[in-house]
Every structure is written in structure tokens, then in C-alpha cells.
């Protein structure tokens, strides 16, 4: 109870509350304190009002057991759950950048906005599970050397321009704070390792860091995937010719 908590520094507010439990805004809490019957109550804050605390402690608790309780549920997600995260994926790939609500995922789905809940936590963990699998269905392979990866670079670069939706959605979520959401490591870290084994499979130096260099090639096609129609807008193009991009990516490949 909060009259109990004997360090006041324990007591926090719906804001905190929603960051312990990784969701994006205060109001979500009183959708937890409906939505579970086991959700700390809290109680009023002095004066009155309609905005409550609660106890650090008695939060964190919850969410532990909460997180077990799902984990005994299965490691794998629900039928029901893949059906909406895969109508939250439609739904980024139709409107990358443009904010989706929990309402319309729910009638993408074909689901009861009521019902969502019994299948997903939170809209950010099915946007978080979407984004996922955009990321992952564009996830391009660097070769072991690179003679290779000049070979297929045509082929890359390609499959990357058909894949301009799913990219612009990764694009926007790491504009707005988030982080890969994939466990494998990026193209660009695989990139920068090839670099450097070929440099020193040739023993050849180079006054530009292979960091720099994966860094500058990786930004260089993210850029131009992106914001293709502008370039060629501002540049009086009908298309950027892929043999031509190629020839300067390799180019990059040398410095």
C-alpha cells in the first residue's frame, strides 16, 4: 500500500509505471489495471484527483511474475498472436511512417479490439514483432570475399530497391529510437569485416578505416533506397540505371 512505502523515493507515477512495463504512454496503465485483475490497484495521490501512485517495489514484482506467467504460456507466439502481428507488418508496409492504432490493427486482423489483448501485450510489442520481420525478410548475406560480393552486387542491390517499403519502416523506427530488433548481427558489421580480411588477405592499406568505408556504402544504398524518388525528382531522372549504381558501390569498395 502506499501509506506502507517507507522511502517516498519508492512512490511512482502512471509515467514511470509505463516505463517499467515498456509501454509508450501513461494512459496504457489503466488499460493493465482493467485488463489484469492482479495489476497493483495504487491508490489516489494526496489532494485528491484522479492520477495515482504506486510502489516501485509492488511493480516490478507484478511484471516479473507477469513475464513468467507468459513464458509457462510457450516461448512461441500464439496462432492468434502471428495473425496480428502479421496484419500490424501489412499495415507498416502500406503506411511506413505514419503512426498505426491498436484499433486498426485489431480490424486488420479481423479480431475484437477487446479480444486483442488476450493474444498481445501491448501495440509496441506487436509493432516490435512486425518490424522484426520486415527487417528480416530483406536480410541480405555478405559473402566470405570480395570478388564475390562484386559479383552479386547487382543482384543485392536489386532485391534491396524491390524491398523499398519494408526498408523505409526500418528507416522510420530508427528515426524515432529504436534499435534493430533482429538477434543476427547487420550487414554492415559483416560488410566491414570483409574489408578488412581482404585488405589483409592483399596486404593492402588504406588511410580510411574499413568501418568508414562499410559505414559510407551501407549509408550510401539505405539513402538512395529511401529517397530514390526525390533524388531523381531533383535530378531530372526517370530512374537510377542499377549497372551504373553498381560501378560507383564498387568504386566505394577500393577506397
Known amino acids: 500500500m502506499i501509506r506502507e512505502a517507507e522511502d517516498l523515493d519508492q512512490l511512482i507515477d502512471a509515467q514511470e509505471v509505463a516505463t517499467i512495463l515498456g509501454l509508450a504512454h501513461r494512459n496504457s496503465v489503466s ?15 494526496p489532494g485528491g484527483g484522479r492520477s495515482r501512485l504506486w510502489v516501485r517495489g509492488e511493480i516490478l514484482a507484478w511484471h516479473e511474475k507477469f513475464r513468467h506467467r507468459q513464458a509457462r504460456a510457450g516461448d512461441e507466439p500464439s496462432e492468434r498472436l502471428e495473425v496480428l502481428v502479421a496484419a500490424t507488418t501489412r499495415l507498416l508496409l502500406a503506411n511506413p511512417g505514419s503512426d498505426i492504432s ?3 490493427i485489431a480490424t486488420e486482423a479481423g ?20 518490424v522484426k520481420s520486415v527487417e528480416e525478410s530483406f536480410r541480405i548475406t555478405i559473402p566470405e ?5 562484386r559479383d552479386r ?3 543485392i542491390l536489386a532485391n534491396l530497391r524491390a524491398a523499398r517499403p519494408a526498408m523505409l519502416v526500418v528507416v522510420d523506427r530508427t528515426l524515432r529510437g529504436g534499435t534493430p530488433s533482429s538477434d543476427q548481427d547487420l550487414a554492415v558489421t559483416a560488410l566491414m569485416n570483409l574489408l578488412a580480411r581482404d585488405r589483409a ?21 539505405w539513402g538512395l533506397t529511401a529517397l530514390e ?3 531523381l525528382d531533383a535530378l531530372g531522372l526517370d530512374e ?9 558501390v564498387s568504386a566505394m569498395l577500393d577506397i
Open 111 to 130: 479480431v475484437a479490439h477487446s479480444d486483442l489483448y488476450r493474444h498481445a501485450e501491448s501495440k509496441e510489442q506487436l509493432v516490435g514483432l512486425a
Open 201 to 221: 588477405s592483399k596486404k593492402r592499406t588504406s588511410s580510411v578505416d574499413p568501418r568508414v568505408t562499410a559505414a559510407a556504402v551501407a549509408g550510401m544504398i
Open 102 to 104: 491498436i484499433r486498426e
Open 153 to 155: 552486387l547487382p543482384e
Open 31 to 45: 488499460t493493465y489495471r482493467t485488463r489484469y485483475a492482479d495489476f497493483p490497484s495504487g491508490q489516489p495521490t
Open 145 to 149: 570475399d570480395l570478388d564475390t560480393f
Open 240 to 248: 537510377i540505371p542499377l549497372d551504373q549504381l553498381t560501378t560507383v
Open 229 to 231: 524518388p526525390r533524388w
